[in-house]
Nanobody, 125 residues
Framework: QVQLVESGGGLVQAGDSLRLSCAASGHTFEIGPMGWFRQAPGKERKFVATISWTGSSTLYADSVKGRFTISRDNAKNTLYLQMNSLKPEDTAVYYC??????????????????WGQGTQVTVSS
């Protein structure tokens, strides 16, 4: 199986930056595209960004485009999300997720089979 563990969340002020990490372990050879999703209090979980296995293809939600950057280091089995110009509406639990290898990037939550436990990001105004 695959285990995903997020880190890097915290409490920051509006305009600050934060970098989330997601460390993968276990059967990492099964991992293909990866993504970040977030769930704000009382709301459904939503897509944030996704990246292909090679890192050559990325997709972003419109709400984070130009502010967030997704990247990965396959040698370290780690996924990243650099978040700049944070806003209070970015407050949420951020989840790392992975699809199996040979699949393409996706914005659909149901396409991801491996999930982390989440890390809280709180942005104060």
């Amino acid at each position: 199986q695959v285990q995903l563990v997020e880190s890097g969340g915290g409490l920051v002020q509006a305009g600050d930056s934060l970098r989330l990490s997601c460390a993968a372990s276990g059967h990492t050879f099964e991992i293909g595209p990866m993504g970040w999703f977030r769930q704000a209090p009382g709301k459904e979980r939503k897509f944030v960004a996704t990246i292909s296995w090679t890192g050559s293809s990325t997709l972003y939600a419109d709400s984070v485009k130009g502010r967030f950057t997704i990247s990965r280091d396959n040698a370290k089995n780690t996924l990243y999300l650099q978040m700049n110009s944070l806003k209070p509406e970015d407050t949420a639990v951020y989840y790392c997720a992975a699809r199996r290898i040979y699949y393409s990037t996706s914005k659909e939550e149901n396409d991801y089979v491996f999930w982390g436990q989440g890390t809280q990001v709180t942005v104060s105004s």
